[in-house]
Structures are given as structure tokens and as C-alpha cells.
């Protein structure tokens, strides 16, 4: 079965304490991108993906950083995590960034206190 | 600033009635508008995606027409069933080596027996 998946499904952490958020696709994607989504606000992009070791700022970077070693994985690192990073975070995967189908994993929903 | 705009912010229709959802947007160049069904929760779902060269696009019960030269798109859904309640999210891409799509808020849409 096509899918992204993402762990945890939720987090509680505290200001300060590094994690990080997996993100796998299973469909050979090549494009692969983050978002965080705020109530009342859209989703937000904060990282992308072209390929295997390019990665690029989106909208809202700050305090975030990405890697891209393997094609199947993307994951989002947070260094020191403050509260105003508590959000629902999205990954998503399709073959490219123009148009072609983009899947969405099931959200991290995170809370830094 | 690129935006895109949805209308209304919220809708409540009885099942088997249709309705209709707006998107207006700013972006320019624009390369591709997708809409999505967000179940809450979850991540977001594609239902359908079109260029700026298509004005229709059909995914089953959902209808999606753009104008590209007023920068609006709709979204129309036949004969509501309740599993259709969820936010739906217009979004739209540019063109010109930009790879940030900019999200719509989302129109939240309920649908009771």
C-alpha cells in the first residue's frame, strides 16, 4: 500500500531537548516536504525536498533543519524546540513538485512546554 | 505577498444537497490548484489537481472549475453525503523555479442527515 508515515503520532517534549520526526514514503518519490498547520492559519511549508541530498527553505525554516540521505526518508529536526513550535506537523511525498498526486502522512501533533 | 483566499470560512448543508466552495487567489506566475479533504486529524487528501490550461476537473461527486484570467476556482460537490463533512483546502503553486505552494484556511463543511 502507497503511504507516508510518520512517527510519533504525538509528542510531548519540553523547551530545549532536541527531536527529531521521521517521515517514509514507500513509492520511490523523489519530492518530499514538511509543513506545520496552526489553528486559523493554513498549512505552512518548512522544508523541501527535490532529491537525495538537495534541500531547500520554504516558508517558515526557523528552527527547523532537514535531511535528505536516503530517498525513502526526510526527517525534521528540531535542535532546541520552544513552545511556539507546538503544532500539527505534515509530511508529504509525490514524484515531483509540479503536478503529480501528493500524499500526506497521518500528522505529528507536537507540544513543547 | 502570494495568498489565496477560500469562501466561506464555514458551511453547513443538509445531505444530499450540493454545494459549492470558492478559491481566489494571487499567484503569479501560477503553475498548478489543487483542493484537498482534510478529515480532522488527518492529513490531507488530493481530490483534484489542474494547470492553468484546464478550466474543469472531475473526481467523482467533486467538480473543480478555475478561471485562471480572475484568479478563482470552485469547488462543487453533488449530492453531499455525510462522510463528505471535513475541511476542504484550496492550494496554489507557482510557476518559475519556486517550489512554495501557498494554502488556503480552509473551508470547514458539515453535512447533517
Known amino acids: 500500500?502507497?503511504?507516508?508515515?510518520?512517527?510519533?503520532?504525538?509528542?510531548?517534549?519540553?523547551?530545549?531537548?532536541?527531536?527529531?520526526?521521521?517521515?517514509?514514503?514507500?513509492?520511490?518519490?523523489?519530492?518530499?516536504?514538511?509543513y506545520r498547520q496552526d489553528p486559523g492559519l493554513g498549512l505552512r511549508q518548512i522544508y523541501y525536498s527535490m532529491n537525495v541530498e538537495v534541500t531547500d527553505k520554504g516558508d517558515v525554516p526557523e528552527g527547523y533543519k532537514v535531511s535528505r540521505k536516503e530517498k525513502r526518508n526526510f526527517p525534521l529536526i528540531l535542535e532546541s524546540p520552544s513552545p511556539n513550535q507546538t503544532s500539527l506537523y505534515f509530511c508529504a511525498s509525490s514524484l515531483s513538485p509540479e503536478v503529480t498526486e501528493a500524499f500526506f502522512g497521518q500528522g505529528t501533533r507536537l507540544t513543547v512546554v | 505577498k502570494n495568498q489565496v483566499e477560500q469562501s466561506p470560512q464555514s458551511l453547513i448543508i443538509l445531505e444530499g444537497k450540493n454545494c459549492t466552495l470558492q478559491c481566489n487567489y494571487t499567484v503569479s506566475p501560477f503553475s498548478n490548484l489543487r483542493w484537498y479533504k482534510q478529515d480532522t486529524g488527518r492529513g490531507p487528501v488530493s481530490l483534484t489537481i489542474m494547470t492553468f490550461s484546464e478550466n474543469t476537473k472531475s473526481n467523482g461527486r467533486y467538480t473543480a472549475t478555475l478561471d485562471a484570467d480572475t484568479k478563482q476556482s470552485s469547488l462543487?460537490?453533488?449530492?453531499?453525503?455525510?462522510?463528505?463533512?471535513?475541511?476542504?483546502?484550496?492550494?496554489?503553486?507557482?510557476?518559475?523555479?519556486?517550489?512554495?505552494?501557498?494554502?488556503?484556511?480552509?473551508?470547514?463543511?458539515?453535512?447533517?442527515?
Not at chain 1, 521521521?22 to 516536504?33: A, G, I, R
Not at chain 2, 463528505?84 to 473551508?107: E, H, K, L, Q
Request: net charge positive; charged share 10%; hydrophobic share 30%.
Open chain 2, 76 to 113: 462543487h460537490i453533488t449530492a453531499s453525503q455525510l462522510s463528505d463533512s471535513a475541511s476542504y483546502i484550496c492550494v496554489v503553486s507557482p510557476s518559475g523555479g519556486s517550489y512554495i505552494p501557498t494554502f488556503g484556511r480552509g473551508t470547514s463543511l458539515i453535512v447533517h442527515p
Open chain 1, 1 to 34: 500500500e502507497a503511504q507516508v508515515t510518520q512517527n510519533p503520532r504525538y509528542l510531548i517534549t519540553v523547551t530545549g531537548k532536541k527531536l527529531t520526526v521521521t517521515c517514509s514514503q514507500n513509492m520511490n518519490h523523489e519530492y518530499m516536504s514538511w
